[in-house]
Nanobody
Framework: QVQLVESGGGLVQAGGSLRLSCAAS????????MGWFRQAPGKEREFVAAIRWSGRIKYYAESVKGRFTISRDDAKTTVYLQMNSLMPEDTALYVC??????????????????WGQGTQVTVSS
């Protein structure tokens, strides 16, 4: 059974930084696209960032481009999300996910088969 465990969330002032981690277990890590999504109260889950199996190709939501960086360490089976210049509108539950298929391409939530429980990020103004 695939398990994803996020950590690193917390309360931070606007302009601050946080680094989220997501440790994966239960299947081979390296062939799968990994993604971060977030969900704020009363809003739908939205895509934040994803990183392909190679680690060289990354995608970001427009709202976080230039501020967030996704990375992965296949040896540690962990994906990271470095978040800088945080804004109050970044407040959400951040959830890590792994793609359904090895070498899968889509970024819709339906393309991701396993999800973590999430880590809360709260940005105060």
């Amino acid at each position: 059974q695939v398990q994803l465990v996020e950590s690193g969330g917390g309360l931070v002032q606007a302009g601050g930084s946080l680094r989220l981690s997501c440790a994966a277990s239960g299947r081979t890590f390296s062939p799968y696209t990994m993604g971060w999504f977030r969900q704020a109260p009363g809003k739908e889950r939205e895509f934040v960032a994803a990183i392909r199996w190679s680690g060289r190709i990354k995608y970001y939501a427009e709202s976080v481009k230039g501020r967030f960086t996704i990375s992965r360490d296949d040896a540690k089976t962990t994906v990271y999300l470095q978040m800088n210049s945080l804004m109050p509108e970044d407040t959400a539950l951040y959830v890590c996910a792994t793609h359904r298929a090895a070498y899968g391409l889509g970024f819709d939530p339906a393309d991701f088969g396993f999800w973590g429980q999430g880590t809360q990020v709260t940005v105060s103004s």
